[in-house]
Each structure stands twice: as structure tokens, then as C-alpha cells.
């Protein structure tokens, strides 16, 4: 079976959509929600099936958002691509890795913490972000980086604002945990 690798408009919008839903996945506000809609899909769909299922989801979004021209029939092409184009975000990514790795130069005077908390205690950057604008009176632009592990979280500041982190956030109860912030041996 020959795959055909030229992109078409229709599949350019297809990866557009994917990316954009892949990106709102990541920033939506409500992670609680997120997480209780994968548990009912987990216990709902069996795993054979959970690819057809997002790719089912898929056209259903594209369809929505698309006039329906008399005569077309885009969405069993779309519903046989999705699973195909779904693994494409995923090497685009691994490609682009090494890209995001090599611009983590800081400023001068900036420092990495480390923070002892991370996804598994349901530890978002948004959520962190926000914690240290309130704890520490500082902007969004004064926050450089921050990557959040699975059991740790890196933060990138100002040394004086590190300095500060220290201070405040050292014994503070975050999602059920005590925090433990300290400059990072990783640098």
C-alpha cells in the first residue's frame, strides 16, 4: 500500500487543528476537568480503540467548524488521516527539541532554582506561575522559564528574585506538599 506524502490544504488544516488542540491542552485552565474527562474516557473506551475514538472527535470538531459543501465527503479521508497525522506533532516535536534546548540561554544575573514538586501532584506551570507572581509581588516577564517534571520543577528568575523564592516558598503547603526550593545543581 502506497502512502502519498504530498500535503494538501485539507490535511494542512487537519495539522493545524491537531496542533492548536494539542497547544490548548497544554494552557487550559482547568487541568482538574481535563483529568476527570481522561479517567471516563479510560474507563469508557477501551484502549484498542481510544486512537479511532480522538480521531472520531477529530472530524467531529472539523465538521463543526466547516461549511458543508453539497457532494464532498472530506470526513471518512479525515477519519482514516487522523491516527497517521496524529504521530506527526510527535516527531515534528522530537525535531524540535533540541531547537527549544539550545535557546535556554538566560540573561545575565539569572539563576535556576529547583522545587521538589512536580506533575504527579498535579503541579501546573500556570498554577506555579501564578503562585510566585502573588508570593513574591514579581511580574510574568520576570519569570524567565519554568519546566515542570514529573516529582521536580525547574524555575529560571533573577537571582534577586531567587533570593526571594528561597525565602517565601521554603516550608510552604502547594498542592498538599511541603515545599523545599533551592538553587539547582543543573544549570
Do not use: W
Not at 479517567?39 to 480503540?49: A, C, E, G
Not at 471518512?76 to 522530537?94: F, I, M, S
Not at 531547537?99 to 506555579?128: F, S, V
Amino acid at each position: 500500500m502506497a502512502i502519498d506524502n504530498k500535503s494538501t490544504p485539507t490535511d494542512d488544516l487537519v495539522i493545524d487543528t491537531i496542533q492548536l488542540l494539542a497547544g490548548k491542552t497544554k494552557a487550559d485552565p482547568n487541568p482538574d476537568e481535563l483529568e476527570q474527562l481522561k479517567r471516563l474516557i479510560k474507563k469508557n473506551v477501551p484502549f484498542t480503540l481510544r486512537g479511532y475514538f480522538m480521531a472520531y472527535l477529530l472530524r467531529e470538531v472539523l465538521q463543526a467548524n466547516t461549511p458543508k459543501k453539497a457532494g464532498s465527503r472530506p470526513a471518512p479521508k479525515a477519519k482514516r488521516e487522523a491516527p497517521a497525522k496524529k504521530e506527526e506533532p510527535k516527531d515534528e516535536k522530537e525535531s524540535q527539541e533540541p531547537r527549544k534546548k539550545a535557546p535556554r540561554t538566560l540573561p545575565e544575573g539569572a539563576r535556576t532554582l529547583y522545587l521538589n514538586i512536580g506533575k504527579m501532584k498535579r503541579l501546573y506551570t500556570k498554577e506555579l506561575s501564578q503562585i510566585l507572581q502573588t508570593e513574591l509581588g514579581i511580574e510574568r516577564d520576570d519569570i524567565y522559564s519554568i519546566r515542570i517534571h514529573d516529582k521536580y520543577s525547574f524555575i529560571s528568575m533573577s537571582e534577586e528574585n531567587c533570593e526571594k523564592a528561597i525565602e517565601k516558598l521554603n516550608g510552604m503547603d502547594i498542592r498538599g506538599r511541603t515545599a523545599s526550593i533551592s538553587y539547582s545543581n543543573k544549570e
